[in-house]
């Protein structure tokens, strides 16, 4: 009882150099106490270290940020579906969190829906895709980017990215980036039985250092036999090449079925190394939620998934540059100033712990909170860091 109270003492701590800045509101309807009409015109009108809370509604435009560090979400509750999202150029100290959304390629877009490039700055996204239409991601030079519950996946045609005489298909690509994914899901394009019979890979490294955890990859499946003796073959689930170094924590990475026919095609294999090195840790991956926004004084649920009897601690900062202490989830936690660690509870049998904590009082604009959990397992005494999440906590009249 004593750490969960110190704990709350240093939340509240928190929240009083967590300053505030300014909260553009778009409502489709022009609601009461909303900003604009538009996302793009919010963005517009924003400044870095501002928010864009969006309330509820089909907005059929695209979500760029360029050069700007902003918080963008969708409101509690809310239903807010968008067309593609880019970021780009952002600087060594600008951060974009990108969080409570659908992205959907409504405009059924050829080529990848969602595309970050040339950001120095933290990039972190957590929305959520259309089933009914698919979503394929590109990431190149950038710096620190974390994917948290995405799902990504391809039902037509993806365009093909050529380096060097080589061209490349797969529903994530990531290039001379550093990125960490967490709790998401990545599938290939299914093989196509007049354009592209075999399936596509699931995703792609060249050149990158990438962190999978607590994920899913897998290749698509190649197409079932059209012609006599044409069959497609299965995707690969994860292709690395270049200098890429790939640690894959708890997740599961397989190719795809080979079509069926005459001459059965051959499955893809799971991950494919044409160079760069791979790391798996026989670990299981750890996860945390929260809800994203939560209006002041209002309890929030963190709920955390681990290994039964774990230990649980939870990482709280008012920057997300505590983070980069963390990229290694296997080496030594350090704990950056303006931050606070310290155990919370322990997990049940299922492995599940959850805490509500009400949320510190918010005179005017928002405080945004970044928080990863970890889990110390006792029968093994290792401890892994968990997926990190954004708590962004509103004051009065938002």
């Known amino acids: 009882m004593k750490k969960w109270f110190q704990f709350v003492v240093a939340f509240l701590a928190l929240a009083t150099v967590s300053f505030a800045q300014s909260v553009?509101?778009?409502?489709?309807?022009?609601?009461?106490?909303?900003?604009?009409?538009?996302?793009?015109?919010?963005?517009?009108?924003?400044?870095?270290?501002?928010?864009?809370?969006?309330?509820?509604?089909?907005?059929?435009?695209?979500?760029?940020?360029?050069?700007?560090?902003?918080?963008?979400?969708?409101?509690?509750?809310?239903?807010?579906?968008?067309?593609?999202?880019?970021?780009?150029?952002?600087?060594?100290?600008?951060?974009?969190?990108?969080?409570?959304?659908?992205?959907?390629?409504?405009?059924?877009?050829?080529?990848?829906?969602?595309?970050?490039?040339?950001?120095?700055?933290?990039?972190?996204?957590?929305?959520?895709?259309?089933a009914d239409f698919g979503i394929t991601a590109s990431i190149q030079d950038c710096d620190n980017v974390v994917l948290h519950g995405m799902s990504l996946t391809q039902l037509g045609w993806i365009s093909q990215r050529c380096t060097g005489g080589v061209c490349y298909d797969a529903t994530l690509t990531i290039e001379r980036s550093t990125v960490s994914l967490f709790d998401s899901a990545v599938r290939g394009l299914t093989g196509n039985e007049i354009l592209l019979p075999n399936g596509s890979s699931g995703a792609l490294a060249i050149d990158s250092d990438v962190w999978i955890l607590g994920s899913t990859i897998q290749g698509g499946d190649g197409a079932d036999e059209y012609l006599v003796g044409v069959v497609g073959h299965g995707g690969a689930g994860l292709e690395i090449r270049g200098t890429s170094d790939v640690n894959i924590v708890g997740s599961s990475i397989s190719g795809g079925l080979g079509g069926q026919g005459t001459y059965p095609g051959t499955p893809g294999l799971g991950v494919n190394i044409v160079s760069g090195t791979l790391t798996r840790h026989q670990k299981l991956a750890r996860s945390l939620t929260t809800p994203a926004v939560v209006r002041s004084g209002q309890p929030a649920t963190l709920t955390f998934q681990g290994k039964n009897g774990d230990i649980v601690f939870l990482l709280i900062s008012s920057s997300p540059s505590a983070f980069a202490y963390l990229r290694n989830v296997l080496g030594p936690i350090v704990v950056p100033p303006d931050s606070f660690f310290a155990r919370i509870g322990k997990a049940d049998t299922s492995g599940q712990l959850n805490v509500v904590l009400n949320a510190p009082t918010v005179s005017s604009g928002v405080r945004t909170f970044y928080m990863q959990a970890a889990g110390l397992s006792r029968a093994t005494n290792d401890i892994v860091m968990g997926s990190p999440v954004p708590l962004h906590v509103l004051g009065p009249g938002l």
């Not at 089909?58 to 409101?75: F, N, Q, W």
């Not at 952002?90 to 059924?108: F, M």
């Open 24 to 130: 553009f509101v778009v409502d489709a309807l022009g609601g009461p106490g909303s900003t604009h009409t538009t996302i793009s015109a919010a963005i517009a009108a924003a400044q870095d270290g501002d928010m864009v809370l969006i309330r509820d509604g089909m907005y059929l435009e695209d979500l760029v940020v360029d050069g700007k560090g902003l918080r963008i979400e969708g409101d509690a509750g809310a239903n807010v579906r968008v067309d593609n999202i880019r970021i780009e150029n952002l600087g060594p100290n600008q951060v974009a969190s990108i969080g409570g959304l659908v992205s959907g390629g409504l405009d059924r877009k050829i080529g990848p829906n969602i595309l970050l490039s040339n950001n120095q700055g933290a990039v972190w996204l957590q929305v959520s895709t259309d």
